[in-house]
């Protein structure tokens, strides 16, 4: 461009020069190629401002695209944004409904429970009352008939068996005074005398545990377990660590329960062996009665009938105790473990 510049300039001074000359054929000949080569260099400039505008042009309508673009894009970020915040919000709704309903479960399961606890625990109260009850009523009846046991025990043993001794009294005297006539076969009615007594002693201590109150515990239980042996049954009495503070009431629960279980085994069982131990540890007392005898079906006791079984347990659920009785049927020995709650 410099150079096509520099030709222009130097047309223009060659035609100036041949017109001061007054050479007007070589004067027009040089402006004439001025003037072609300004129009060239016109109609080329002219050209390359129409390119740089057409490339302007292009230019700002890239510029304009681009722009543009960038606002499609940025707003599909932002729609995508807003998408995924939107979906967001819509999980944690979900997922805030899915815990209230959970929650909601919950609940409603928790209160149909509790309900049922309500009734279960309404249930077992109305038991409990019934069974209290029954056992008041069944410790009436026993008291009741211990009442009866003692009135019948002090009718024979103060009335009948003073009547039986003034009579060996008697009959003493009068052999003393007949001399030896005689002699033997009032001897012969004086030990059946003695016996009558003794067994007379014997029905009357058993029926009345006032004298509980008189030998105390231990010594009447030792003298059952003496009374109850025989040269077929052998007895083994223990007696562990026992209060002297336990109540009569107590006492003669422990006794008849002990009583009933040393009958069952003596009449039902045809034992051989026995052992009776009886142990205390604070406010339980234990019992425990062991035989080699025939045992019985021990997991249906509501069906043992006639063997005693009813009046033990009975006193047992008195002293709000717990029992356990080991025995199979056809198969020999039994076992009873009592524990008792009593006073310490």
Known sequence: MAWETNKLQIYYGLA??????????????????????SDSLSNSKLKETANLLEIKYRTAENQKKIVALNAENEKAKLATKNSRLVNWLLGLASIFLLIVAFFGWLFYRNSKKLALQKDLNHQQELKDIDRQQQIKLVQVMLNAKEDEQNRLARDLHDGLGCMLAIVKLNLTDYIQEQGSNNTLELQNI????????????RISHNMMPEMLLKLGLKALLKDLCESAASAALKVDFQYLGIKSSLLAQEQINIYRIIQEAITNATKHAQAQNL???????????????????????????????????????????????????????????TSINIELNVTA
């Open 16 to 37: 100036t020069s041949y017109e001061g000359m007054k050479n007007k054929q070589s004067a027009y000949k040089w402006l004439k190629l001025y003037s072609g080569l």
């Open 190 to 201: 004086i030990t059946q005398l003695d016996t009558s007594i003794g067994e007379l002693r």
């Open 275 to 333: 052992l009776l131990q009886c142990s205390q540890n604070e406010d339980v007392f234990f019992i425990t009665v062991e035989d080699d005898g025939k045992g019985f079906d021990a997991t249906h006791l509501d069906k043992v009938e006639g063997i005693g079984l009813s009046n033990i347990k009975s006193r047992v659920e008195y002293l709000k105790g717990k029992i356990e009785i080991l025995s199979e049927r056809n198969k020999r020995g």
